[in-house]
């Protein structure tokens, strides 16, 4: 499996964007899919989740904020961001897990998000 990210780039305090995440391979056995980020300095986080169902889960953080979202037919995972603040600069991994195993994690590249203020 892999994970092409896209979407990031720099935005102003209060702008939105949308993240993308499509998956090629064998993505008929993917399980949950998430985006994390990780600011520099810092751990990587999970922000959203959305299971095979398609039931998402939203951080704290960005509750009400990010949205996460998918398409099965594209195999392509959203992510709207918005009321960017500061805080939420840093570099947005896409993930997925198998369904078969969910030990098993598949990563995409990163895309940057920066907010200016």
């Known amino acids: 499996v892999q994970l092409q990210a896209s979407g990031g780039g720099l935005v102003e305090v209060g702008g939105s964007l949308r993240l993308s995440c499509t998956a090629s391979?064998?993505?008929?056995?993917?399980?949950?899919m998430a985006w994390y980020r990780q600011a520099p300095g810092k751990q990587r986080e999970l922000v959203a989740s959305?299971?095979?169902?398609?039931?998402?889960n939203e951080a704290d953080s960005v509750q009400g904020r990010f949205i996460i979202s998918k398409d099965n037919a594209k195999s392509t995972v959203y992510l709207d961001m918005n009321s960017l603040k500061p805080g939420d600069t840093a570099i947005y991994y896409c993930?997925?897990?198998?369904?078969?195993?969910?030990?098993?994690?598949?990563w995409g590249q990163g895309t940057l998000v920066t907010v200016s203020s």
């Open positions: 391979g064998s993505v008929v056995f993917l399980g949950t």
């Open positions: 993930n997925a897990r198998s369904a078969l195993d969910d030990r098993i994690n598949y």
């Open positions: 959305i299971s095979r169902g398609g039931t998402p």
